[in-house]
């Protein structure tokens, strides 16, 4: 006998999470796109879409969605801006 019944089901319901990357390079969608096949595989449950943006809007992308609440689950961050992102400058005064 089980305490609670809602522990009955023990499946986790599937999730779909946006990865916002700048590679919209031919070559470099399809290494992101291997890799992203893989993680599924791994984790059947979770499902990548990718939002990719070109790199001379990026930065900027970023900045807006951030202050609108509206960033990806994930996102690519290069560590040179990570070093000189402002916390203010991504989430608003």
Known sequence: MRLLTGCEDDKTSAVTIEFMHSSVEQERQAVITKLIEKFEKENPTITVKQVPVEEDA??????????????????????????????????GP
């Not at 609440?69 to 070093?83: F, M, Q, R, T």
Request: aromatic letters at 6%; a positive charge.
């Open 58 to 91: 990026y930065n900027t992308k970023v900045i807006t969605l951030a202050r609108t609440g509206a960033l990806p689950e994930v996102i690519e961050i290069s560590h040179d801006y990570a070093k000189v992102m402002d916390k203010r400058a991504v989430a």
